[in-house]
Each structure stands twice: as structure tokens, then as C-alpha cells.
């Protein structure tokens, strides 16, 4: 009968280690415009201290990388079970923090600091397993998989995608750490960001009824898209494992103009479409796209031959869901020992790549909360920290 995770260290031990490289990780600021390489070379060393081999995949400026390390596959190639996480933060800038968000502060119940529950916390728990795993008794292999710039887009793990799926047949599944409480959760809805500028002629405000407006052309779209809202909330689709069971668009930002006696030369809109499982973002931001650059603008170019109106589309993190039943799922939910329904979440993970679009069977399991994700003086529990170290060794891998 397979037990747990072989560890070289006494569990006080393992829990101390556990925060010193919490202390560590904490200490680099990985925020997701700066280089995530020193937390990297950090990472690296730790895990060779254990003869643990890292890949690395850069982007292409060389600036930042995925770090991919396996234990206990020897040179079988496989990946058995895989523990995923990104490396990069999101900024302090605007915050109000009490001290240094870079550096470590545990109290007698929580860990502060920049991404100790988004997910640094996580990340310590895998090392401080993976530095001190007995390799020789693992029957299945463990495999550790860093990412970087998830806080903008997925754009690490989705350079992986290919990588992932050359491991067919040579994994098992991969827990993603993000905080959930350390709920095992199944399913969550996708995201995207995308931007609009409008532009056209500025003018004084006597020429107004002449001239194309930006910002009137831009509140046309806010109200189409809010017309789609409407849409979603009374006739779907509809998915019920979901608090807010469908789809919506919100409008984030809009900057445009100068004073009432110009007319505005152009306007931003910035929107996110979050989006169920099944009901694709790609449909919803095509319909606005197309209302935008076909009805508004044929509306502004009567009035300017300048005119114009140009869609972006600024990330993408597609929407998770795996069968409750699925046989890796039971495997994470009876090695937890946890009794409790599987979730579904409003929050985006790498699930929907690493599920979605490289096939590894995947759950979202993480500490900390996502309530303390992204702010000030962002904290995760000591007691989450022992359980994830608890749940973690308690995958049957020997």
C-alpha cells in the first residue's frame, strides 16, 4: 500500500525550514514587471543541495524564466505528480503597509509579507519537502513547476503549454497552489483584459455637433456591453456551482478628454470579461469588438474620415473545469483526507492551461485565502502553512 511523501527531517524541523525559505522567497521582489531570475538561482541551488536537477525556459529577453524540476524519476522521463505555482507578485505601489512588504514578518499566527498567501507560501511548503525528499524511495515521481508573469496574463505557464504537452502518458496530475483555504477545487471561471481606444479630431467645443466624440462613442460600447450583461444575467447560460452563475463584463477604466470646451481627440475603455466554464470569452469580446469597429465607428467616420477605433486584447487566462469524479481528483481528495465537496471559484488559476489546454487532470489546492491576496500587508496563516506541509507529504508516492 503506497504511503507518503519520504521526508529526511523531523516535522518541527521541516516546519521551520518551511518558513526560513518563506523568509527567502519573500525577500526577492519578483513584482511581475521586474526579472524573477535571482528567486530562480535561489531556487535552484536549494533543490541541487538535494540532487534535484532544474530546467529552466526563458522568455525571450533572458530576463525571466519557468523553472521545471522533477525528483525521483531518475531517467525514466516521468513527471508523476506535479506541484504548480508562479513566482511573480503584484505591486505594493498605492498600499499602505505597516512595514517593509519585502521582508518576512511572522507573528504567533500569520506570515506577512508580498505573496505569502499569492503563493509564495505554497512554494515554500514544495521545498521544504523537495530539499529534504528521500528521492530513492519515491515510486512516483514529484515534479515542481514555476512560472512566471501570471499576475498579467498567464504568460509563463502558457509558454509551457507545449513543454507539458510532450508529458502524455508520464504524469499523473498537478495540483496548482493557489489559496484556497486549502479547499480542493474543481473548476473556475476564465478571464481576460482588453482595451479600446477611440480616437478622432480635437476641436473646439462650438464644432462639436460636426466632430465625432470619443468618449460618446466610447460610452455607446459601455452600453452595449452592458446590454450583453443583462443578457447573461436573465438568460444565461447559466452554471449553478458558480455564487454568480454566469458571465459579465465589467468596465475597468475610461480616460479620455481634456476640458468640456474641447472636443476629446480620443478615449480609452479598458474592460475584463469573466466568463463560465463553456461560454468562451473569445465570443463575448468578438461581439464587442465587432459593435465597436463596425457600428460606432461607421457612426464616427460619417463625421471624420480620421476617425478611428482599435480593439486589443491585453491577457487571457481560460476558464477550469474537471469532472468531480475524476480519478485524480479522488486521489488529492483521499490522500487530504478531506470530506468536503469539491469547490468552484471565482478567481483565475493556470488550471485552464495546464487542464484546458495541455490535458494534465489538475485541482486548485492552496493556503491562505484569496481575500488576502493582493493587499496590504497580505498574510497567510501559520496554521494553513502546517496543514499544506500535512497534505502535501500525505500524497501516496513510496
Given at each position: 500500500m503506497p504511503s507518503g511523501i519520504p521526508i529526511r527531517s523531523a516535522a518541527?524541523?521541516?516546519?521551520?525550514?518551511?518558513?526560513?525559505?518563506?523568509?527567502?522567497?519573500?525577500?526577492?521582489?519578483?513584482?511581475s514587471h521586474k526579472s524573477n531570475l535571482e528567486l530562480i538561482g535561489y531556487i535552484r541551488d536549494l533543490l541541487a543541495g538535494n540532487g534535484i536537477t532544474s530546467e529552466l525556459h526563458w522568455n525571450e529577453e533572458r530576463t525571466k524564466a519557468n523553472l521545471v524540476a522533477t525528483a525521483g524519476a531518475g531517467d525514466s522521463g516521468e513527471r508523476g505528480v506535479v506541484w504548480s505555482a508562479h513566482t511573480d507578485v503584484v505591486p505594493v505601489d498605492g498600499q499602505s503597509w505597516s512595514a517593509d512588504p519585502f521582508t518576512l514578518r511572522v507573528t504567533e499566527s500569520v506570515a506577512i509579507g508580498r505573496g505569502t498567501a499569492d503563493m509564495k507560501g505554497f512554494i515554500a511548503c514544495c521545498l521544504a519537502i523537495l530539499s529534504r525528499v528521500d528521492q530513492d524511495r519515491l515510486a512516483t515521481p514529484l515534479t515542481l513547476m514555476l512560472t512566471y508573469e501570471e499576475e498579467v496574463g498567464c504568460v509563463g505557464a502558457r509558454r509551457l503549454v507545449e513543454e507539458m504537452r510532450t508529458w502524455e502518458g508520464r504524469v499523473k496530475g498537478c495540483i496548482v497552489g493557489e489559496p484556497t483555504g486549502l479547499a480542493v477545487v474543481v473548476g473556475h471561471k476564465g478571464k481576460q483584459n482588453h482595451r479600446i481606444t477611440f480616437k478622432g479630431e480635437p476641436k473646439h467645443a462650438a464644432l462639436a455637433p460636426l466632430m465625432p466624440n470619443p468618449i460618446a462613442a466610447a460610452a455607446a460600447v459601455i452600453g452595449h456591453a452592458q446590454s450583453l450583461n443583462e443578457t447573461f444575467r436573465s438568460e444565461g447560460p447559466h452554471d449553478d456551482r458558480f455564487d454568480i452563475g454566469h458571465s459579465w463584463i465589467n468596465v475597468g477604466r475610461v480616460d479620455g478628454g481634456v476640458k468640456p470646451n474641447i472636443v476629446p481627440e480620443d478615449c480609452v475603455v479598458e474592460f475584463e470579461v469573466r466568463n463560465i466554464p463553456g461560454h468562451e470569452c473569445d465570443g463575448i469580446a468578438t461581439e464587442i469588438g465587432r459593435f465597436a469597429t463596425a457600428d460606432v465607428l461607421t457612426d464616427m467616420r460619417t463625421r471624420s474620415a480620421l476617425a478611428e477605433v482599435r480593439p486589443e486584447q491585453l491577457s487571457d487566462t481560460p476558464s477550469f473545469a474537471i469532472d468531480p469524479a475524476h480519478e485524480f481528483v479522488t486521489f488529492v481528495r483521499e490522500a487530504f483526507g478531506t470530506k468536503d465537496a469539491p469547490r468552484f471559484v471565482p478567481f483565475g488559476t493556470e488550471a485552464g492551461l495546464i487542464w484546458g489546454r495541455a490535458g494534465i487532470p489538475t485541482v486548485v489546492c492552496g493556503p491562505g485565502a484569496i481575500t488576502e491576496a493582493h493587499t496590504a500587508d497580505e498574510f497567510v496563516s501559520l496554521d494553513q502553512l502546517k496543514q499544506c506541509l500535512q497534505y502535501l507529504q500525505s500524497l501516496p508516492l513510496t
Open positions: 518541527n524541523d521541516l516546519y521551520s525550514h518551511m518558513l526560513e525559505i518563506l523568509e527567502r522567497l519573500v525577500g526577492f521582489d519578483t513584482t
